[in-house]
């Protein structure tokens, strides 16, 4: 009893680091950049961990491809489902959201995602677990043993770290916003100052002096690109004081991510840090 449930966890980290591998090159393809798609610090995303191992435990037996087609695809929606509600529940956010698939429930689950899902557990099930059953099988028992403690205990290290520093994610971006209005509202003061200036100069080339009209025209300009790029540099600085590295590792990892209270400020943090990226990326 023990091995077999030992051989279940070692079977569990190794479908959700698939997961993650799968998930990972998904959205980096889709955001053209890296992304760490790892809910935990580990490179891992449990969800598919845990469907395939439910797969291999309860479709195990199944032969028919359709039936376990069906079957997994009906499965791995009602465990997505539940999931994406339950973290929504405790976290007051919603990880991933497929409101723009066609065929969508709720935004928590969709037709593609489905017909991926059953085509995933007809494979794992019926080509992918068997040469997974055989290799673990290889491993010397006490191997086996010392791999699920060692392991075992990081995870549940990694899930109480991630736990603990995310749940308070909506007080931070509640801070964020506070912070971020002061530094917005400052701005607007010294664009004020700048619309006077050129009104000014706008003033002096029906007096006379057109030059001093485009140059005060240009040096606006420049100093309301420097103002945006200053303003994003403070915004960058802000998130990295307010959000812990738990919570600034999830906003950068799930594109999707949205929260129940502060998502506007969370998607304008996204903007900033978009502006940052395509700004260093022209230098």
């Known amino acids: 009893m023990i091995l077999t449930v030992e051989y279940l966890f070692l079977w569990f ?59 997994s695809a009906v499965g ?15 976290f007051h956010a919603r990880w ?47 191997v086996i043993h010392w791999l699920f403690v060692t392991l075992f205990a990081l995870t549940v290290a990694d899930t109480i770290i991630t736990v603990i520093g995310i749940i308070d994610l909506e007080d931070s971006l509640e801070r964020f916003k506070a912070v971020a209005a002061r530094y917005s509202g400052a701005m607007r003061e010294r664009v004020g100052d700048m619309v006077d200036g050129a009104s000014d100069a706008f003033g002096d080339a029906f007096n006379g002096a057109p030059g001093r009209f485009g140059e005060k025209v240009g040096e606006s300009l420049r100093s309301g690109r420097q103002m945006s790029t200053e303003l994003m540099v403070r915004l960058r600085e802000t998130a990295d004081s307010v959000f812990n590295r738990q919570q600034r590792r999830m906003i950068a990892s ?30």
């Open 96 to 142: 991933w959201d497929y409101s723009n698939f066609p065929i969508n429930l709720n935004g928590r689950i969709c037709l593609y995602g489905a017909l991926i899902f059953g085509v995933g557990g007809v494979v794992i099930v019926d080509v992918v677990q068997p040469e997974v059953a055989r290799v673990t099988a290889m491993i010397p028992i006490m």
């Open 254 to 283: 799930f594109p999707k991510l949205r929260t129940v209270r502060n998502n506007e400020t969370l998607e304008q943090l996204r903007e900033a840090f978009r502006q940052l990226r395509r700004g260093e990326g022209r230098r």
């Open 13 to 71: 980290l190794f479908y959700s680091f698939c997961g993650w591998v799968y998930e990972s090159i998904l959205v980096s393809v889709q955001e053209r950049r890296p992304v760490n798609r790892g809910f935990l610090n580990g490179p891992l995303c449990p969800i598919y961990g845990t469907g395939a191992v439910l797969g291999v435990v309860v479709l195990g037996g199944v032969r028919n491809p359709i039936l376990l087609f069906v079957i």
């Open 76 to 90: 791995a929606c009602l465990l997505e489902y539940v999931t994406s509600w339950a973290m929504e529940l405790l």
